[in-house]
């Protein structure tokens, strides 16, 4: 899931369910010098979502 957040951050929200995020990285994504942004972006959602889901584990 990391590679395709980094290749495609947009795509790698809307399968989480983010679909307003999504569209907010496709229209980052469609220059060239948002390209980075965009993918750090999805990288830093998506271990963030991992670390809330093993924190709520941990709780239980």
């Known amino acids: 899931m ?3 957040a980094v ?3 947009w795509l790698s929200f809307i399968l989480r369910g ?3 995020h999504g569209v907010i ?3 980052l994504q469609i220059s060239l010098f948002g390209w980075l942004p965009a993918a750090i972006w999805a990288v830093a959602s998506l271990l ?3 670390n809330k889901a093993r924190i709520k ?3 239980r």
Do not use: A, S
Request: one cysteine or more; charged letters at 30%.
């Open 25 to 27: 990285c496709l229209v």
């Open 57 to 59: 584990e941990l709780n």
């Open 18 to 20: 983010k679909i307003i």
């Open 48 to 50: 963030d979502d991992r």
């Open 2 to 4: 990391i590679i395709l």
């Open 7 to 9: 290749l495609l951050p």
